[in-house]
């Protein structure tokens, strides 16, 4: 298993005060494992827009960790966008994860602006122009639900890329096979900038279950066999969602991973937990105490 792997942590922005103190707890308890950077997402249709820049900033302003701010092409003028760019570059914000978007709440497809970016290509291009951001985009292991095929998904894969993306980041896969494939594949297109796997630690079975069917990710059955019957045991669920994730990183690092992006979810233990037993240490004079 790697020594002390580059890792990374997703958060979504809180709904209400008590939500953000207890996310701010969430990511004190993170920050000593000295992480690359804390990302947070964008909701659907930009439905979470001002939160999300708030949270970023204060990131920013009160955190020994670089945020990179999530941006989508939906809902949003280009001019709109760029302003919004510009803003966090001014603000001393280097680095934004780049991204189509999901459609709004109650629309079944995607369909650009009429005066914004078309793909996460665009908005990756249109990015270059204003400043040398570090870009992040998405990568899907198991194809994007709107691409037909994986030629197709790492043909848009590699636009975003020739675009200017300097990193990417994977939806969450359970069958490391997946990943693996994915890797090579994007290797034989000509990718080669890193491709980091998203790790999503299992909190609540039946929602994972549910989220997948949405995003076309494998469950695999043996995965399904651990948490049967674990429903109203939280305890032991917690325990066997930890081995799942420890045993699926320990595998990628044997097989030359040396990096991890995690979808927390905005908890801490079974996150903290995998990045332990990859090898990470806390260092404790890093603090994320300042408000």
């Not at 204003?130 to 037909?148: K, L, Q, R, T, W």
């Not at 790790?199 to 079975?205: G, W």
Request: aromatic residues 10%.
């Amino acid at each position: 298993m790697a020594v002390n792997p580059t890792v990374s942590f997703e958060f979504f922005p809180p709904h209400n005060a008590d939500a953000e103190t207890q996310l701010w707890h969430v990511m004190g308890k993170l920050v000593p494992l000295g992480p690359a950077f804390f990302s947070v997402t964008y909701g659907a249709g930009g439905s979470t827009r001002s939160r999300t820049e708030r949270l970023v900033e204060r990131i920013h302003t009160s955190m020994p960790v670089n945020p990179a701010a999530h941006l989508t092409c939906v809902g949003a003028s280009q001019a709109e966008i760029e302003t919004l760019a510009r803003s966090w570059w001014e603000a001393g914000i280097r680095h934004i994860v780049a991204l189509r978007g999901d459609p709004p709440k109650g629309e079944s497809s995607y369909t650009p602006h009429s005066d914004g970016f078309r793909n996460a290509a665009d908005l990756v291009a249109g990015l270059r122009k204003i400043a040398d951001f570090e870009i992040s985009v998405a990568g899907y292991p198991e194809n994007h639900p709107d691409s037909p095929n994986q030629s197709a998904d790492l043909d848009n894969l590699k636009r975003k890329v020739d675009a200017g993306a300097t990193r990417i980041l994977t939806q969450y896969f359970f069958d490391n096979d997946l990943f693996y494939r994915f890797r090579d594949a994007a290797a034989a297109t000509g990718i080669k900038v890193p491709i980091i796997p998203g790790i999503l630690p299992v909190t609540n079975f039946a929602k994972v279950v549910e989220f997948s069917g949405k995003c076309a990710t494998t469950v695999p059955t043996s995965m399904a066999s651990q948490f049967e019957g674990l429903d109203n045991d939280p305890e032991t669920r917690n325990l066997i969602a930890a081995s799942v994730a420890i045993e699926q990183c320990a595998d990628l690092s044997a097989n030359g991973v040396d990096a991890f992006h995690f979808y927390t979810l905005n908890r801490a233990a079974l996150t903290y937990a995998i990045c332990w037993r990859l090898g990470m240490r806390p260092n404790l004079n890093d603090s994320a105490d300042a408000a």
